[in-house]
């Protein structure tokens, strides 16, 4: 424990001085009133730059909140997540690359704390991100498109929570494993790209880790999805199995620390 | 007293480090000499516990987790630029069982006995290699470890810097038991009551200055003449077994033989003009291309 | 041009506000670090005219971290 409260404070330092808890909200912050806006500015802005001819009749189909929420989810599940794994994928693996590991690897530490600690910034940097992203893009749907229920819209953000735990586990599981370059590869692939390919050939099968942020945002219409309860326990049961591989793996390769 | 038995590393076929055996007795200093690629940083590796040994033990006699009694020194010492060095040696002593509440004074003390009382609160990304070299050193000993290891701790610093560590080092090895690899021979003759050999891993000579020098000693006479070709014409007429190198000349004692003398009554008799005839010793420099070559 | 003249600009100045703190909160980190990856005028340049994703790049790819 007091292994963890020491690396902790050490990598929130590092999170925090390297402006992470800034530009990382503010990034959210944009993709999440981005849309509300320009669906909302679509008419005028087809208008003033499309050269449209005359007489031509634009309907524009009508827009409810849900529909500008999920809009907001793609930007963070695309943009957000990408920028958000590729800054947390050299987490264990930088330190082990030049060095600045070995000073802390030939100390009695516990690799467990050691993961966790860098576990808990990420994923408390991912979670505030996210939280920020929704609020600005609730805000804005609030204004521009209709109410959203409060309790509908907190069951699907703690669900989005639960999803960038599951989201950082995998990075830093990755970074545990492999080198940096090998572990953003796996770790896009497996987080973004996955989700695309979830997207696209998903239909097939309904229970996938992947779908659970869709689960989540079917709340805001009012219905709970039948899958959603067994989707958040495969999430849970796959957060865990990624923390005991990056545990392992982040000690199994302590040896490669450079020195 | 620490004891190292029979410690070996391989890497697939190659095996780096092959049975090496030591002892370090409490509050003394073991220089590790050997050329580059002899398994030292290997050895050393092995020791922090950074490194598993394929076969062989390190034992401190009354410990149990013997990282809890290592303070280690690389070679480059990395630091995270985002930390201060005050916060650093403080986690450091932290992560190596210091309490809480006394590791920032236990940070505080050796970072001013190392002499970075000023910059101990400054980023360590401005600090020069030798404040890096000295912070290095203040997290190898903030938690007062049995055992300090050093990678080669000179070999990157100017005159000035090796001089403050060497210093330093003094200091140190009046409370702890220091095993230090180095390439750099002056510094291991001037701190060293234990010097161990490596060659391709294996450790070819061990024992204590002293000793490795009776062993490898091989006493000659220097004679220094006054011109080169007065020298040339001494080696070649001498029927000793006689080198030059300019106008300095090697006489070797074999089994004591020539006496000083003889050689003397040689060169008095001669029409050579000399300047110095001394017996000499080898230098370390040359006990350690002996035992390189071996 | 009369479209755009009668656009609620109250509703996009936050999205403009948010953008120029994240520019600036990149310019001054530019200004303060010891070194970048790559000359320090070249991410400047990248913050100021690739808007949102200037900034974003210049804090994963342009700090130097050792």
Known sequence: ?259 | MITVSNLTKTFGTQTVVSNVSFTLEPNTATALIGPNGAGKTTTLSMLTGLLAPTSGSIEIAGVKDIRREIGFLPQYPQFYPWLTALEFTEMAAKLSGVPGPAAKKEAERVLAFVGLEEAMKKKTATFSGGMKQRLGMAQAIVHKPKLLLLDEPVSALDPVGRREIMNLLKELQQQTTILYSTHILNDAEEMTDQLLFLRKGELVESGSLTEVRAKFEAPRYRIEFVTQEDALQFTSQSQLSATAAGSTVYVEIVEERPKMQQLLERLAASKFAVTKVERVTASLEEIFMKVAGQ | MEELANINWGLIAPLLVVQAILMIVALIDLARIHATNGPKWLWALIILFISLFGPVVYFIAGRKTT
């Open chain 1, 1 to 259: 424990m007091n292994n963890f409260l020491t690396l902790f404070t050490k990598e929130f330092r590092e999170a925090w001085r390297s402006l992470k808890f800034v530009w990382m909200p503010l990034l959210f912050i944009v993709l999440g009133i981005m849309d509300p806006l320009t669906n909302y500015f679509m008419e005028d802005i087809l208008g003033a730059v499309g050269n449209l001819p005359e007489g031509f009749m634009l309907t524009m189909p009508e827009l409810h909140p849900i529909d500008i929420l999920s809009a907001s989810t793609s930007q963070f599940q695309s943009i957000g997540l990408v920028v958000l794994v590729a800054t947390m994928a050299s987490a264990i693996s930088r330190e082990r690359q030049n060095g600045m590991a070995t000073l802390l690897y030939v100390r009695p530490i516990s690799f467990t704390a050691l993961f966790m600690s860098k576990w808990a910034v990420a994923s408390l940097l991912g979670i505030i991100s996210g939280v920020a992203g929704y609020a600005g893009s609730l805000y804005y749907t609030v204004l521009l498109y209709g109410s959203v229920e409060a309790g509908a819209f907190i069951k699907m953000l703690g669900t989005y929570c639960l999803w960038i735990l599951l989201v950082m586990a995998v990075t830093l599981a990755c970074s545990a494993m492999f080198n940096t370059a090998v572990a953003m590869t796996f770790a896009i692939l497996l987080l973004p790209v996955g989700l695309m390919i979830d997207s696209i050939i998903g239909s097939f099968w309904s229970l996938s880790p992947w779908k659970l942020s869709a689960y989540g945002l079917q709340f805001i219409s009012g219905k709970t999805s039948e899958y959603y309860t067994e989707t958040l326990f495969l999430t849970v049961i796959l957060i865990i199995a990624a923390v005991l591989l990056g545990i392992l793996y982040a000690k199994r390769n302590a040896a490669t620390a450079k020195i």
